[in-house]
């Protein structure tokens, strides 16, 4: 795919979602816009939008804050990020529109470029949301998404970015172009966790390849970890079922040889079974009694007789 042809498919999908970006900062004029990008420097628009109101109403114009003292801009602004550095841009700032420029914001680079706080994408939100002259404001969104996509190529800082943006970009939507990239990088291509499944954009994309390859090396990593896992719980299974087993047998073993110890131990019956009854009929004999004649012992023993 060539350059131009990511390009034109890019500017072709934003535009159909994004017919009319717009900043996401809470202005009503070109001096509270200034004061809200300087205020956003590495500080998320919500809360910018929080302390904006107050700070509005107090100092409404250039001159009102021109007179400000550090403290009354610090304390309404100390919740932002680097508050002590953004109260002495405010003031300084403000001090310079009065005695410069009539209390108004130019319109010019170079004199942008003068305000104290006032760095080169800060100047370009300003010339392009406020004036819509064609300026590219490269903050950290813009310069990741434009490489991520590809649209970019080995830019080493946010100049580099800008210049390529601006060469490949059609002038009338430079200003939107700037709005695109933001929300895009805000929304969608984060910088931890881009969300390429909700991307428009994959099919052209430079940086999705990688997030495939790497979507699978994870899903293969997590087959091998639930193999491995299985595995596991398949060994655990048969040992438990071995165990169970080995614990059934010895419980087995234990009851027989309490069970030999209690027969052993058992006490024995010592009564004499009763004798089996002959189960004929019992025959009477009659006794025949038969006299037998008494001799005398002791003529037996005498000696014949002298008559």
């Given at each position: 795919m060539t350059i131009k042809e990511r390009y034109d498919r890019a500017i072709k999908v934003w535009d159909e979602e994004m017919p009319n970006p717009e900043t996401e900062l809470h202005y009503e004029n070109t001096f509270q816009l200034i004061v809200a990008v300087i205020?956003?420097?590495?500080?998320?628009?919500?809360?910018?939008?929080?302390i904006t109101p107050a700070l509005f109403e107090k100092f409404p114009t250039a001159e009102a804050m021109a007179k400000a003292t550090p403290e009354e801009i610090y304390e309404l602004i100390k919740s932002c990020s680097y508050p002590n550095n953004k109260t002495k841009s405010l003031l300084g700032m403000a001090k310079k529109l009065v005695d410069d420029f009539g209390g108004e914001v130019p319109k010019d680079l170079d004199d942008l470029l003068s305000l104290p706080g006032v760095g080169r994408k800060t100047a370009n939100v300003i010339l392009a949301v406020a004036f819509e002259v064609p300026a590219m404001a490269v903050d950290t969104h813009v310069f990741r998404v434009s490489d991520r996509i590809g649209l970019t190529r080995n830019c080493k800082n946010p100049l580099e970015t800008e210049k390529a943006l601006m060469r490949h970009l059609p002038t009338e939507i430079v200003p939107k172009a700037h709005h695109w990239l933001i929300l895009h990088g805000r929304y969608v291509c984060k910088a931890r966790k881009p969300l390429c499944k909700d991307c428009p954009l994959t099919d052209v994309c430079r940086h999705y390849p990688a997030v495939l390859k790497e979507e699978e090396r994870i899903a293969k990593e997590k087959l091998k970890e639930k193999e491995k896992a299985d595995k596991e719980k398949a060994k655990a299974k048969e040992r438990a079922k071995k165990e169970r087993e080995r614990e059934k047998a010895k419980a087995k073993k234990q009851k027989g040889k309490?069970?030999?110890?209690?027969?052993?131990?058992?006490p024995t019956d010592q009564t004499p079974a009763p004798e089996a009854k002959d189960p004929r009929p019992e025959i009477q004999h009659e006794e025949n009694t038969v006299d037998v004649p008494v001799v005398d012992s002791s003529a037996d023993h005498m000696g014949p007789t002298n008559e």
């Open positions: 205020l956003s420097a590495q500080c998320t628009d919500k809360r910018v939008n929080m309490k069970d030999r110890l209690e027969e052993f131990l058992a």
